[in-house]
């Protein structure tokens, strides 16, 4: 299979859609990554996404739907607080979690569960392609499973060429790590997944916001929860913000032993190390999770070994970075 980067225009949302049509997947932008997007509502089309990626079957996906599409086509919109968080963050990096209408999307797209998540993207190329379908689309990371979710076309080509045969091309994703993920079918919204819009946001929108903590042997309720995800094709390590001392003493070893080691940190402790082994996520909570995938992408290029440092803030968006990194990181 061949695959194409294209611009949006009229031309290729039309060969989009008509990929669509006949249960296919293209790739196209949004505002946090690049997504995956088929279907929803069928079943070949949806298993194609998980073939396509290895993605596990028990690994639930979002729907991404346009800011004007019915959403009571989909879910049971029950929490009155629900409709506050959508008109001060949607369209925008926020995945809410209903309660599913039986029979609007694939099962698959659920894994089983009753809930279905729906996000509404603020990227201008991902509105006129949710618009121009008029389909509810599943859509993961446009990336092999577990690897560094994409947030350029040419990332996207990187992984899936001959998987695929289009990619929407829409610039470089603005946000750098994907939505948030919270539920709203309790009494009050548990985010799933940290992102872009942190708890703090949420809590002083609606007055109050908890955090899901996983239970072992529990089923996957939220994309990015349960594997290993945002990985480098190299090895990586993961150090405290408060151990920056034995990240350069660690960097120091490897490099004395012949490995090409570069050091993911923020700007703050970049002249700990080398100028030229430096990846710097720079200094603002924005700047850190914008430049995130794009410094893994380019370190998985020249190192042997990622050493990264966590941000010393931990709340806000640099929670959402902090969970990107332990992904990244962790053993299998």
């Known amino acids: ?194 992102g872009l819009v942190s708890r703090e946001m949420i809590c002083d929108a609606i007055g109050r916001c908890d955090v899901y903590v996983p239970k072992s042997g529990e089923r996957v309720r939220s994309p990015g929860m349960k594997y290993k995800h945002y990985a480098p094709k190299c090895r990586t390590m993961l150090f405290d913000a408060d151990k920056a001392g034995d990240a350069v003493d660690e960097f120091r070893r490897r490099s004395d032993a012949g490995e090409r080691a570069f050091v993911l940190c923020a700007d703050a402790l970049k002249n700990l190390f080398p100028a030229d082994k430096v990846l710097n996520l720079g200094r603002s909570d924005e700047e850190m999770a914008a430049n995130l995938y794009e410094l893994l992408h380019e370190g998985e290029n020249a190192a042997d070994l990622i050493i990264a440092i966590e941000p010393e803030k931990k709340d806000g968006v640099m929670a959402g970075v902090i969970n990107r990194l332990t992904k990244a990181c962790a053993e299998e």
């Not at 039309?14 to 997007?37: C, D, H, N, S």
């Not at 949806?46 to 989909?74: F, W």
């Not at 379908?133 to 994409?150: D, F």
Request: hydrophobic residues 40%.
């Open 1 to 194: 299979m061949t695959t194409e980067i294209k611009k949006i225009c009229e031309a290729s949302l039309a060969e989009a859609k008509g990929i669509l049509e006949r249960g296919g997947a293209v790739a196209f932008p949004t505002e946090t990554v690049y997504g995956l997007g088929a279907d929803a509502r069928s079943d070949e089309a949806v298993s194609a996404i998980y073939a396509i990626k290895g993605r596990p079957s028990d690994n639930p996906l979002i729907v991404h739907v346009h800011r004007e599409y019915p959403l009571t086509e989909l879910v049971y919109d029950e929490r009155p607080y629900a409709a506050i968080l959508r008109e001060k963050f949607l369209p925008g990096p926020l995945t809410l979690v209903y309660r599913k209408k039986e029979g609007a999307v694939s099962d698959l797209v659920s894994c089983g569960l009753d809930t279905l998540a729906v996000r509404v993207p603020s990227h201008e190329g991902a509105q006129a392609f949710l618009r121009y379908t008029g389909m509810p689309i599943a859509a993961p990371s446009a990336n092999i499973s577990k690897h560094i979710s994409p947030v350029s076309a040419g990332h996207v080509y990187d992984d899936l060429k001959g998987r695929i045969p289009l990619i929407l091309e829409g610039g470089r994703c603005s946000g750098g790590i994907e939505s948030t993920v919270c539920d709203v079918t309790g009494e009050y919204p548990v985010i799933l997944r940290a």
